[in-house]
């Protein structure tokens, strides 16, 4: 299965500042995705990234907020713009093939706001 | 709104004996797939289960599914204490399609 390099693992940051997370694949995927993780809650989708195609958001996520980059097959960014302290997550990519073998996951990035 | 409700929400056993978490989901789904969490960190992938078996298994874990139920149960036997995690049922609707979580299961096994 791929392994994925997600960068930074943990950032604090200033409200109304902006974050830029990193994800490299280690082999090409058709599909990228993107979840936050609020505190103590189970994960949400943010957007799905396709290379070469604008990103497809969730209900309740827009471009402006957090927009996404993938400029080829095997890496993407999510960035988390004017931040404040409700952006306070975990931020996880993940990456699947085809849904019948599972996804894999990066290893997250623990945002703090102050 | 989370496809999968997971119950317990929290579960404390002692070590070596068997942890039984249970998931729930509203909609008809193609696979439902068991994760795995240590401490807030990226999730590991466990198991999947198709919606044409009722049972699988992998080392300690045995998952079922019932579909008529929408309904599935991880079992994880002779726990260790490096079962501690957040565990979180998921499931998709097949080929490229996204994949909703569960709420989760706190898991704590007391050495």
């Known amino acids: 299965s791929a392994v994925i390099s997600q960068k930074p693992s943990r950032d604090i940051c200033q409200r109304g500042t902006s974050l830029t997370i990193q994800c490299q694949v280690d082999?090409?995927?058709?599909?990228m995705f993107w979840y936050r993780q609020q505190p103590g809650q189970s994960l949400t989708l943010i957007a799905t990234a396709n290379q070469g195609s604008e990103a497809t958001y969730e209900s309740g996520f827009v471009i402006d907020k957090f927009p996404i980059s993938r400029p080829n097959l095997t890496f993407s960014t999510l960035t988390v713009s004017n931040m404040s302290p409700e952006d306070s997550s975990i931020y996880l990519c993940?990456?699947?093939?085809?849904?019948?073998?599972?996804?894999?996951f990066g290893s997250g990035t623990r945002l703090t706001v102050v | 709104s989370q496809q999968g409700e997971e119950d317990p929400q929290a579960l404390s056993i002692q070590e070596g004996e068997n942890a039984t978490m249970n998931c729930s989901y509203k909609?008809?789904?193609?696979?439902l797939q068991w994760y795995r969490q240590n401490s807030g960190r990226g999730l590991v992938h466990l198991i999947l289960?198709?919606?044409?078996?009722r049972e699988k298994h992998s080392g300690r874990l045995r998952v079922t599914l019932d579909t008529s139920k929408k309904s599935s149960s991880l079992l994880i036997t002779a726990s260790r204490a490096a079962d501690t995690a957040s565990y979180f049922c998921a499931t998709d609707k097949g080929g490229y399609q996204k994949v909703t979580f569960g709420t989760g299961t706190k898991l704590q096994v007391i050495p």
């Open positions: 289960i198709r919606s044409n078996e």
């Open positions: 993940s990456v699947g093939q085809e849904t019948n073998y599972g996804y894999t």
């Open positions: 082999s090409q995927v058709t599909m």
């Open positions: 909609t008809s789904i193609n696979n």
